[in-house]
């Protein structure tokens, strides 16, 4: 199970940090994908890591905003945002890839979080 936690409301230009823990497995040996998906669009990729320590990867509109990081020790995985824009408000999920590669395609991921709520305004 993963569970995510972090989201709110901020304003533009505002920052939040993202996080996701996992109950019942190892997160460390899984590829770890942060998405998104807003209301009447398609869930996309935000950015993942691969298992352990892994290769990052970026959407093209989270290059320079958004980071993502893993804690072995509390067996979760963050995302930090900044410069957030009123378009970056959706649900963010997080997911895990038992291939342990870590990619921004959302097939491949085994278990999904709930998803938590990020609202940016103007």
């Known amino acids: 199970q993963l569970v995510e936690s972090g989201g709110g409301l901020v304003q533009h230009g505002g920052s939040l940090r993202l996080s996701c823990t996992a109950s019942g497995f190892t997160l460390d040996y899984y590829g770890v994908g942060w998405f998104r998906q807003a209301p009447g669009k398609e869930r996309e990729g935000v950015s993942a890591?691969?298992?352990?320590?892994?290769?990052?990867y970026y959407a093209d509109f989270a290059k320079g905003r958004f980071t993502i990081s893993r804690d072995m020790a509390k067996n979760m995985v963050y995302l930090q945002m900044n410069s957030l824009k009123p378009e970056d408000t959706a649900v963010y999920y997080c997911?895990?890839?038992?291939?342990?590669?870590?990619?921004?395609?959302?097939?491949?991921?085994?278990?999904w979080g709930q998803g938590t709520q990020v609202t940016v305004s103007s």
């Open positions: 997911a895990a890839d038992a291939s342990g590669w870590g990619t921004l395609a959302v097939q491949p991921y085994d278990v």
């Open positions: 890591i691969g298992s352990g320590v892994g290769r990052t």
